[in-house]
């Protein structure tokens, strides 16, 4: 709700944190835009059994969340090209060169937390409704 109200580079929450030059709330959207595909990815691969070893399907999550991290940042950049010059607020790079490669860093980091946090719980869960 409240990256609905304001653009990415005036929410007031992150403004200066950490000593920060820049609003850094895009990066936590980022964050979560690996996390949360990493889980429904993981459920799709494991119930429609499309990848057996572990290794493998880790592999195939992260580069499905990569892939959708990707889609989203072309979505911006052509967003950007047809609103002209409104482009930086609603991209929020606020003059840092490396965003779309950060924040694609960030999903990719998110992936790898959810598949490290969540992997055992969510093996249980699955185990309990097949049981």
């Known amino acids: 709700?409240?990256?609905?109200?304001?653009?990415?580079?005036?929410v007031p929450l992150f403004d200066g944190l950490f000593g920060a030059e820049r609003n850094n709330y895009d990066k936590v959207g980022h964050f979560f835009q690996g996390f949360v595909p990493?889980?429904?990815?993981?459920?799709?691969?494991?119930?429609?059994?499309?990848v057996?070893?572990?290794i493998w399907r880790g592999f195939i999550?992260?580069?499905?969340?990569l892939a959708f991290s990707a889609f989203y940042e072309l979505i911006e950049w052509w967003v950007a090209i047809l609103s002209?010059?409104?482009?930086?607020?609603?991209?929020?790079?606020?003059?840092y060169i490396w965003d779309t490669q950060?924040?694609?860093?960030?999903?990719?980091?998110?992936?790898?937390?959810?598949?490290l946090l969540l992997s055992g719980t969510h093996d249980r869960q699955l185990r309990n409704v097949a049981g």
């Open 52 to 54: 057996a070893g572990k």
């Open 61 to 65: 999550i992260i580069s499905i969340c």
């Open 1 to 10: 709700m409240v990256g609905g109200h304001y653009t990415y580079a005036e």
């Open 84 to 95: 002209g010059e409104d482009a930086e607020a609603f991209l929020g790079t606020q003059g």
């Open 38 to 50: 990493a889980l429904l990815a993981r459920e799709i691969l494991i119930r429609k059994q499309v």
């Open 102 to 115: 950060s924040d694609m860093a960030l999903a990719l980091v998110g992936a790898i937390v959810s598949l």
